[in-house]
């Protein structure tokens, strides 16, 4: 049996910073959440509740752990990947303190892929309407993916999305021509648990998990 990669629990910091993010999951490496060898970010919270969603146990904003961006940051570049994936939850509407986590992975040369459930036109619109997080956070997102996940829409062609009216945002030049397959990473640890991410369709994975105890990532 297989640890599979490394993962800890997102720890708290004695005294989190005023935009500290609220971190559902963290894992070191994946090669699942996005071109390359990522870092993953699950953030706790999302108000949009799309009907089908991967994730509903990240819906609500009790659970998860207080971490300062900088603590975020230097998980990242330590972990040695060719950046990070943001992804939940929702992260913009998290987005003072993950717009500094993108900042500081950017700054350290790494690339920021970041998954939402809204528009981009309406973060857009926010960001000129002078939300400022939201656009730091978009200023520092070299890839985006947008819009809700549609249960009606799957997209069994393009890699990482749920859904084909989701869009690919090329917001910076680092991750152009970027491709990879749709895959699906199942982490067991030495004591048993069972975490999975990345993407497979619902009645695949569910026939896969069934009986086990598991935790999902998107
Ligand atoms: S798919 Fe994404 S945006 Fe939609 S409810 Fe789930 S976490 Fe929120």
């Keep these: 049996m297989s640890d599979g990669p490394p993962e800890t629990d997102p720890g708290a910091g004695p005294r989190p910073a005023p935009d500290a993010v609220r971190v559902a999951r963290f894992l070191d490496r994946t090669t699942a959440e996005g071109p390359g060898e990522r870092s993953a970010i699950w953030v706790q919270g999302c108000t949009i509740r799309c009907a089908g969603c991967f994730n509903p146990h990240l819906f609500g904003t009790r659970g998860g752990t207080l971490i300062d961006p900088a603590d975020l940051v230097a998980r990242v570049t330590e972990a040695g990947t060719s950046g990070v994936t943001l992804l939940g939850g929702e992260p913009f509407e998290q987005p003072a303190g993950l717009a500094a986590v993108a900042a500081g992975i950017q700054a350290a040369g790494l690339t920021v892929m970041t998954f939402t459930g809204y528009e981009h036109a309406v973060l857009r619109t926010r960001a000129s309407d002078g939300d400022r997080a939201v656009a730091a956070l978009l200023d520092h997102t070299d890839l985006l993916v947008a819009g809700p996940f549609r ?8 890699p990482w ?7 690919f945002l090329h917001l910076t030049d680092r991750l152009r021509n970027v491709s990879g397959p749709d895959r699906l990473e199942v982490t067991v640890t030495a004591s048993g648990d069972v975490s999975v991410n990345g993407w497979a369709d619902t009645d695949a994975l569910d026939a896969l998990l069934a009986g086990l105890p598991t935790r999902r990532g998107r």
Excluded: A, I, K
């Design 161 to 167: 999305l749920g859904s084909t009216n989701q869009e």
């Design 151 to 158: 249960q009606d829409l799957v997209d069994r062609e393009r």
